[in-house]
């Protein structure tokens, strides 16, 4: 059974709303960088590699972490403390960065950015 499987059955939810829950973290995730490097949001939010830099990180930091501390706990404990303990793990990732990958971004966006327009 894949990590996510196995979350979504202890937590009782559907795989729709994990993706939910995953995606708002990576947007306030992104909101901090973004703020703090000084990239465009959309930039962030769009490049793919980023995406998937974050999704890879999630997965290691939050879904295996998760599991490996209370994964005897799935189906004996209350779905509403297990949700908040993982959700301690996705706020953990919030301190971890690609710092050359975040370089990259920049450098793409003044690329784009300053296009000259023909006259």
Not at 3 to 18: C, H, M, R, S
Not at 20 to 26: M, Q
Not at 85 to 91: D, L, R
Request: charged fraction near 25%.
């Amino acid at each position: 059974m894949t990590t996510t499987k196995q979350i979504t059955n202890a937590l009782g939810i559907t795989y729709w709303v994990y993706d939910y829950i995953r995606e708002c973290f990576f947007l306030e995730w992104c909101k901090k960088y973004s703020y703090e490097q000084r990239i465009q949001l959309y930039r962030m939010m769009t490049h793919a590699g980023l995406r998937n830099w974050y999704q890879d990180s999630w997965h290691e930091s939050v879904e295996k972490k998760f599991i490996r501390d209370y994964g005897d706990f799935f189906g004996k404990s209350d779905k509403g403390t297990l949700e908040r303990i993982m959700y301690e793990y996705a706020v953990n990732l919030a301190d971890y960065y690609p710092q050359p990958l975040l370089n990259l971004i920049k450098d793409e966006s003044k690329l784009n950015d300053h296009v000259p327009v023909q006259s």
